[in-house]
């Protein structure tokens, strides 16, 4: 039987794009070592869309799979 693949989710605030070296090599001065083996080693998903301007709702969404509003 082939084995399911391990997800890890990781929901930040204030955190952008940007911020991982793996993913903004030419303009990201901190170094990230684990996010970047995280990035490199799987799959980074490179567009999303937040259904609101505040974290509340995404959490909610996250955690229930119903929408916010």
Do not use: K
């Not at 082939?2 to 890890?8: Q, R």
């Not at 911020?19 to 303009?27: C, G, H, K, M």
């Amino acid at each position: 039987a082939e084995a399911l693949p391990n997800i890890v989710y990781i929901l930040a605030d204030d955190f952008g794009y940007g911020e991982v070296q793996a993913l903004n090599p030419e303009r990201n001065r901190v170094p990230t070592p684990h996010l970047d083996r995280l990035a490199r080693e799987g799959i980074a998903f490179m567009d999303a869309h937040s259904g609101s301007a505040v974290c509340t709702p995404t959490r909610y969404g996250i955690l229930t799979g119903r929408y916010a509003w």
